[in-house]
Each structure stands twice: as structure tokens, then as C-alpha cells.
């Protein structure tokens, strides 16, 4: 089945469900919306939303939203892993205060916002909703109110394979203990005394252990 047959029984099948006239407009839009994303004729991709449907990114960001809030939500295990992927295949700003990470997921965009507000970290001010910005900090407290994922000392057996000769390294394993959150085990590390620093590490620790 191509892309627009799949389209139209997509849309289809959602409009049969009810009685002709009683959806109102905006339910509409959003069943051709995900159909037409669910049929890949175009990309789950603010931009590629806003370009195919003459809008601009913030109102193809509020449509994606409302999808987004219909779905499965993303397990902690899961989300922490796209997110790390994300920032290592996109380009992430480092200011002195907070990391800039696009994101075009928009379920992982949820995630993250609903972890923010859950833990009241700052959720930082933008216009652009694909933009999340964390603090070092922020991105390790998220750590340790996730589910599935191990602690710093859990870690520990993992990283050595790959940093048993760095001096931080040495460190972490003569520090961290089995009740050290990794808010706690980055605050122990000497060397990590930089947001750039911070960031880096934790990445290649993250991209190692989950």
C-alpha cells in the first residue's frame, strides 16, 4: 500500500467513528495531521510539518504537541537514550549557564518538559518549542529521577573498560559509593569543574551506561 492510499484509510478510519459533522475543526486537522505523518507522506519533523502545511515552526510545534499528549508516553530508559543520541548527532550550544538541545521528537520534548517541571528545574526561556534548554546540573538531577537507569557506583564496572587509566577515573572509583546519586558523583570529581567538561563526560558516560 503506498503513501496515500495509507493516508486515506487512515483518515478513514478515524472520521467513521463518528457521526458526520459532529468533529469539530481542529480534531479534524490533527486526524489529517497524524495521518499523514503515521503514512510518512511527510516527515515528524516541526519543520518538514510547517513547510508541507504553509504554517509557521511554533504552530506546527502546538500541533505536534496535541498528538504528542495522545501517545504512549516515552519510558525513562528510552527517552534518556534518544536524548543522548540526539546530542551527539546534533550541533549542542554551550553557554555558561545551560546547554541548548534541539529537539524534534516531540515525545521526548514531553518527557523532558514533564521531568523539569517535576523536579522544578528552571525550564529556561525560548519561543522556539524544539529547543529544550539544561543545565549540566539539570540533565543530572533528571538522571536520578528516572526509573532503569544505574547509579554512578553501578557504573563504575562499565567505564572502566574504557577510562581505568584517566585520573578522574581513579577518582570516581576511590569516591563515589553505593548511595551517591550522579547529582552527588560529579560534585565529588575535581576535574570536572567546567560546563564543557561536565557536559562532555557525562555524554560519554551516558552513551556507555544506558
Known amino acids: 500500500m503506498n503513501e496515500q492510499n495509507l493516508f486515506g484509510k487512515n483518515v478513514w478510519k478515524e472520521i467513521s467513528k463518528q457521526p458526520l459533522g459532529s468533529l469539530p475543526k481542529r480534531e479534524l486537522e490533527l486526524i489529517i495531521l497524524k495521518a499523514a505523518l503515521d503514512s510518512k507522506l511527510i516527515s515528524n519533523h516541526p519543520a518538514g510539518i510547517a513547510a508541507s502545511f504553509k504554517l509557521s515552526i511554533l504552530k506546527a510545534n502546538n500541533y505536534l504537541t496535541e498528538i504528542g499528549l495522545r501517545n504512549h508516553f516515552l519510558s525513562d530508559k528510552d527517552a534518556l537514550a534518544e536524548l543522548i543520541l540526539i546530542m551527539t548527532q ?17 515525545n521526548l520534548r514531553i518527557w523532558i518538559e514533564r521531568k523539569i517541571a517535576l523536579i522544578n528545574l528552571n ?11 539544561l543545565t549540566p546540573l539539570g540533565l543530572l538531577r533528571i538522571l536520578d529521577n528516572s526509573s532503569g537507569i544505574c547509579t554512578p557506583y553501578e557504573a563504575i564496572d562499565k567505564l572502566k573498560f574504557f577510562y581505568e587509566h584517566e585520573p578522574w577515573f581513579k577518582e570516581a572509583k576511590a569516591r563515589w559509593s553505593p548511595r551517591m546519586t550522579w547529582t552527588d ?19 560519554e558516560f551516558l552513551k556507555i551506561i544506558l
Open 90 to 106: 546534533n550541533e549542542i550550544i554551550t553557554k555558561d549557564s545551560h546547554l541548548s538541545v534541539p529537539i524534534a521528537n516531540v
Open 123 to 133: 525550564p529556561g526561556e525560548t519561543t522556539r518549542k524544539d529547543i529544550i534548554k
Open 185 to 203: 558523583s560529579f560534585a565529588k570529581l575535581s576535574e570536572l569543574t567546567t560546563i564543557a567538561s561536565e557536559f562532555t563526560s557525562l555524554i
